[in-house]
């Protein structure tokens, strides 16, 4: 058969959502270079490096950061590097301070290498604390103070320590041992004291009850672990990761 050319038709068919994209008109879309975009950025603190403006910005397209974005809060989070204090220990009490009555985290995990305290650390109730790969070293009696349902968690033996220069002190117990304080958490600490002192106490659990130590290394004391006689029973699960 012949070829024969098309030169007119008398109608064409179109399907109803060709102009269409994921059954969305293009009036619902805009393009990549009209978009702004809003960044929330909490206020920050005197610590904080760079220029930063604080409450919610707009920026329009990509924006990068070369220094990187600090806050003092992520994600109601909040970060203790970014507040102010003569050491370590200072800045762990500010952040912990700043935590809402019904608890929080405070992240300490961007703090390391060697840091010092003078003055103990006080876990509120319902806190929780995160180290990170730090030497800590506390002059305090005790170092660290905990609450109902404090929780210290580093990075493991080895990697998270606390040592204790003090010939009598402590390390760590609970805020009023006169009262039974549940469901305290330790893990992935390492605690040691460098004076070596007999009279020393490395975790002293006097009234601390229901409580878990995973993957905690105690060392140098001159008791390592005090569980006190009862009441209340000292119920205490430990974990040897």
């Known amino acids: 058969m012949p070829r024969v050319a098309l030169v007119s038709v008398p109608y064409v068919l179109k399907a109803a959502d060709t102009e269409k994209l994921g059954g969305r008109p293009i009036s619902e879309f805009a393009l990549a270079a009209d978009t702004t975009y809003t960044l929330g950025i909490p206020d920050a603190s005197p610590m904080a490096e760079g220029a ?6 707009s920026f329009a397209g990509l924006k990068s950061f070369a220094g990187g974005v600090r806050a003092t809060s992520v994600n109601k989070i909040l970060e203790a590097d970014q507040f102010p204090g003569d050491n370590m220990g200072a800045r762990l009490t500010a952040c912990l301070n700043a935590l809402p009555s019904e ?9 390391t290498g060697s840091q010092t ?3 103990s650390v006080t876990i509120p109730a319902h806190a929780q604390l995160l180290l990170g790969a730090v030497t800590l070293t506390s002059t305090a009696n005790p170092a ?10 580093g990075l493991g033996q080895g990697v998270t320590q606390i040592n204790l220069n003090s010939a009598t002190g402590t390390a760590i117990r609970a805020v009023d041992q006169n009262i039974p304080t549940y469901f305290v958490l330790l893990q992935g600490v390492s605690f040691a004291d460098i004076v070596a002192s007999p009279s020393s106490v490395g975790i002293d659990w006097a009234g601390v009850d229901l409580s878990t130590i995973r993957d905690v290394w ?3 004391f001159g008791t390592q672990l005090l569980v006190a006689a009862g009441p209340p029973p ?3 699960t430990m974990y040897d990761d």
Not at 103 to 111: E, F, L, Q, T
């Open 52 to 57: 930063v403006t604080t409450g919610s910005q």
């Open 117 to 119: 305290a003078s003055s």
């Open 103 to 111: 608890g929080g985290v405070c992240d300490a995990r961007s703090i």
């Open 144 to 153: 660290f103070l905990v609450n109902q349902t404090s929780s210290i968690i």
């Open 234 to 236: 000292q119920r205490v």
């Open 218 to 220: 105690v060392n140098g």
